[in-house]
């Protein structure tokens, strides 16, 4: 399987832009009516405020353009009518299901500029069938990825997913989920509102957006008054309470004693798997009955799951399926290419 993602951020824009881009990928911009978006890292490098609201359903612009924009890029490799699985937090599931299928299920007519990267500008279009849609509970995608993936995870084990939007966790055994120990409350955004607002006490940090910010929390660096200033220690800090105040005592709540009896291991997926900081608050709390570990590429392990879900959903048909996963933080699809699909 192979794993392509672009920040999920939109911004309206109907100015041409000429080779600012290498590829589609690096240049998505989707019309939705006679309106131009520009998607992804095209509205991060040209945009002025790209923005995405949290946790947006199939009925919200924002979640149908991202939509489209996967599509289009797996359209680059796939020909064939698509078989998709997709999913959202277990919170929002069961509300955005039926939306959700019938949005995706059916023909759908994507008009695109392509001069972005070196193309015509304008009028692109391209049609892409979805011939079949499963909803599914994100954490259930990451479970499958654990388990069926690269990873090959046996036996029982805990799992959270440490997303922008939203955090999940469960206790996942070789039957399925233990539905009582599934937990969500807020996601890392959270922590990067701590961090602005204290930055924001000694720094101005203009009209940037949170997504904007976002990229600066990540890599522990900002820009202000055209100075560099390290933010690595707000960063830790901001982590460090996230953890203290929402995530600790929702999985006290949550998983019991006896829970802690069935494995001695926790699996962290998400963006917020690449935190050290974080990963480290989990260490200290669970010392000495669970070892803690970060799964490999932890962003798309909910895409990677979606699309092995895909591949069962289409009998074994590696040519079909797709997994999209319409994060908070970043859109991610997964697919097999052409070089793996007659493995």
């Known amino acids: 399987m192979v794993s392509y993602s672009f920040p999920s951020i939109i911004e309206s824009h109907n100015s041409e832009l000429k080779d600012v881009a290498p590829d589609l990928l690096h240049g998505l911009k989707i019309y939705e009516g006679d309106t131009g978006y520009i998607i992804g890292h095209l509205a991060l490098s040209e945009g002025i405020a790209p923005n995405k609201a949290i946790n947006s359903s199939p009925r919200d612009l924002d979640y149908r353009l991202l939509a489209k924009a996967g599509l289009l890029l797996a359209s680059m490799e796939i020909s064939k009518p698509i078989t998709l699985t997709t999913g959202f937090p277990f919170s929002t599931y069961q509300a955005n299901r039926a939306e ?4 995706f299920r059916g023909s759908h007519q994507i008009k695109y500029d392509a001069a972005p990267y070196g193309g015509d500008y304008g009028g692109q279009s391209k049609t892409v069938v979805v011939a079949d849609v499963e909803i599914i509970p994100e954490i259930l995608g990451c479970t499958i990825a654990a388990r069926y993936g690269e990873e090959r995870r046996q036996g029982n084990f805990f799992i959270a997913s440490l997303g922008y939007g939203t955090f999940e966790a ?15 409350t807020n996601g890392l955004r959270y922590a990067v509102d701590l961090a602005m607002r204290e930055i924001s006490k000694s720094y101005y940090l203009g ?5 904007q910010f976002d990229i600066g929390f990540q890599e522990g660096l900002m820009i202000a008054n055209r100075q560099k200033v390290d933010i690595t220690q707000i960063r830790r800090r901001s982590l460090e309470r996230y953890y203290r105040d929402v995530i600790s005592p929702v999985l006290r709540n949550a998983w019991k004693d006896d829970d802690f009896r069935r494995t001695s291991l926790l699996l962290l997926a998400g963006g917020g798997a690449l935190y050290p900081e974080l990963v480290a608050c989990f260490t200290q709390e669970f010392q000495g009955i669970l070892e803690v570990q970060a ?26 399926a797709l997994g999209l996963d319409i994060g908070n933080s970043h859109t991610v699809i997964t697919l097999f290419p052409r070089t793996e699909r007659k493995m």
Request: charged share 20%.
């Open 100 to 103: 959700a299928v019938s949005f």
């Open 170 to 184: 469960c206790l996942s055994t070789d039957k399925g989920i233990v539905q009582r120990t599934l937990t969500d």
């Open 207 to 211: 009209m940037r957006t949170e997504y």
């Open 295 to 320: 799964v490999s590429d932890p962003m798309t392990l909910a895409s990677r799951g979606y699309c092995l879900r895909a591949l069962h959903l289409a009998g074994g048909n590696r040519e079909t």
